[in-house]
């Protein structure tokens, strides 16, 4: 069974750290581009980050830059979201996706194919 578990969400304050992590069963996590997307109530789906399947190319969103790190380890099939500096802001729904196409990967939510559940990212006082 082809699957993406998020997992590392959590509450936490405003200049905290969480690491979310995205982990691959059932396929080859090296044959693929991941991307990290969030959602927030009312708001529009937003491509976060990704890292590409070949090079490690990555994508940041301009929000996130400097804050956020994207890595892989495909020895692990997981890929890790690093986030620093969090600001309420970033309280959304993080889910990872999986991109099959060679190249630097990108923001665009149709190019992937197989979805996590998502895992809860809330910054609070």
């Known amino acids: 069974q082809v699957q993406l578990v998020e997992s590392g969400g959590g509450l936490v304050q405003p200049g905290g750290s969480l690491r979310l992590s995205c982990a691959a069963s059932g396929f080859n996590l090296g044959n693929y581009a991941i991307g990290w997307f969030r959602q927030a109530p009312g708001k529009e789906r937003e491509g976060v980050s990704c890292i590409s399947r070949s090079y490690g190319s990555t994508y940041y969103t301009s929000s996130v830059k400097g804050r956020f790190t994207i890595s892989r380890d495909n020895a692990r099939s997981t890929v890790y979201l690093q986030m620093n500096s969090l600001k309420p802001e970033d309280t959304a729904v993080y889910s990872c996706?999986?991109?099959?196409?060679?190249?630097?990967?990108?923001?665009?939510?149709?190019?992937?194919?197989?979805w996590g559940q998502g895992t809860q990212v809330t910054v609070s006082s």
């Open positions: 996706a999986a991109d099959p196409r060679f190249g630097p990967c990108g923001p665009a939510a149709s190019f992937y194919g197989t």
